[in-house]
DNA sequence: CGCGTTTTTGAAGCCCCTCAAGTGTAGTGG
DNA sequence: CCACTACACTTGAGGGGCTTCAAAAACGCG
């Protein structure tokens, strides 16, 4: 009822620059040409960053606003005792939050798990848009809250459900998110991302991150290998899971496309 | 560097009328006395509503802000199995993101723990503010930012801690929120909240948290009994803990009032 | 005082961790 | 092309932390 409406509805591929940013945020709200173009060119000069590098420390005063716009990023916390809590991955058009504008300092660690292509848009250009332009500034807002509903659908996650629902709700959760960005192609979703980064994602142990994974290989319901997550049987998954994907807060538009 | 700066720091007894919302708001960035006003008005008509209330349904479509002015209240998501995670405590001056806002739908289910003031501001009214009074704009955004690394610290927790830091992290955040807006005394801080409440938070069973919370009474650290938490030893506590409460973004004029 | 709820304590069990060794698999240099 | 290395994955055995089940004690409230 509330969401920005008239929604585009680009793919990746049907977009003539295929910015994951404007396809996710052209998914929920109805941008002018004008916009595109505008986030079109806030996104040049895009960089190429190699696999299992910080892209912004934890204590960093903060800055330019980060959009991933290719590969697999991750912010993360660190403890005392070395261990570390995986607190959100961050998929192509996903972008570090507003804390970039209105918190002083970053209070976690933004990391590439894979090689990523990563756009770097200035404060101030972030501020002029957000200031002139009344949706991108909604949709930044929605990206945010709906953020913090998958940090609270991880907090169940974590507190309340056993190793095998907590993998296959993950595996849910990657999977849709990915399938709403266009990632997604014959059940298959590209997911480099090895047994400890799921373990330090999940609570769990990269040991028991595969027992994991193996039992939900034999009962035939996903399969993770060689850096693709195939997905043999999501309703199944979800019930296991108990994976209700409101949370996600996608157009239903977006889900019906994993019928291959 | 960033947060709007020139606090006034109001104590909940120093400002003529109590109002824990611009006690919060007003700790961290200049409000004019006509800013002040507004709010003021704005939480006119407070309401009592009992313990054990929900105030906001998961589902309910989104509508009016809600702010606590008294009591303590909480967010919680049930699951298919009948268990729960409570994802957030909220304390006066705490108020319900501006999902309200932006998404459609609520995600999880806000309720009261004990008989709280409630104060509840028209939607309508919350855009008026957010659109003419930037301060007030910047300031909401902040709490809602300041909320989601609080999401990420109890990520952490939930993940990475065993149940002695987990209990021992919560009852420190608790007491420097709960000293920010002025609640401690004598290093008492009034806590009504029973061992399953805690547990559905940390996700725990009650049975366990009791066992937890006589370990750190007798290691002579805290003391939860009769509503009231104690806190002997905050150093120490925050010290098993692993807690570093730089997360809760408060000014730091506000951290030296506990030492009594 | 009596009743319901919460807290407390005990005993047994399971889930996940820890430690450890063996098996790929990709990248490097001879 | 094949050692060699490094790292991730896999599987097994044993242990510990938290849960579950159960019952008694304490508390709060009419």
Redesign the interface.
């Known amino acids: 009822?509330?969401?920005p409406s008239g929604r585009t509805r680009f793919r990746l591929d049907e977009v003539g620059s295929p910015n994951a940013l404007i396809v996710k945020i052209a998914n929920v709200a109805a941008l002018s040409p004008v916009e595109i173009d505008l986030l079109e060119h806030a996104c040049d000069h895009p960089r190429e960053v190699p696999a299992h590098q910080d892209l912004l420390r934890e204590g960093d005063?903060?800055g330019s606003l980060i959009v991933i716009l290719r590969g697999l990023a991750c912010?993360y916390?660190m403890?005392?005792?070395g261990?570390?809590?995986i607190?959100e991955f961050l998929m192509p058009g996903d972008c570090c939050?507003?804390?970039i504008?209105?918190?002083?300092?970053m209070?976690?660690t933004m990391a590439t798990l894979t090689p990523c292509r990563v756009a770097t848009i200035p404060r101030a250009r972030v501020e002029e848009l957000v200031a002139t332009r009344p949706v991108l500034a909604?949709s930044l807002?929605?990206a945010?809250?709906?953020?913090?509903?998958i940090?609270?659908a991880?907090?169940?996650n974590?507190?309340?459900?056993n190793s095998v629902q907590r993998v296959a709700h993950l595996m849910c959760e990657l999977y849709v998110r990915g399938n709403a960005v266009g990632l997604v192609a014959d059940k298959r979703l590209p997911l480099d991302v090895s047994h400890a980064e799921l373990g330090?994602?999940?609570?769990l142990t990269a040991v028991h991150v595969c027992r994991v994974l193996r039992k939900l290989r034999l009962a035939g319901l996903m399969q993770l290998r060689a850096g693709t997550l195939t997905m043999h049987d999501l309703p199944a998954l979800a019930d296991v899971a108990?994976f209700d994907g409101?949370?996600l807060?996608l157009a239903a538009a977006t889900e019906d496309q994993h019928s291959v």
């Open positions: 009822m509330n969401r005063e903060t912010r916390k403890l005392p005792e261990t570390r809590q607190t939050h507003m804390h504008i209105v918190l002083d300092a209070d976690d909604r807002s929605w945010q809250l709906v953020n913090q509903d940090l609270k991880w907090m169940v974590l507190g309340r459900r330090d994602a999940l609570g108990g409101s949370y807060h």
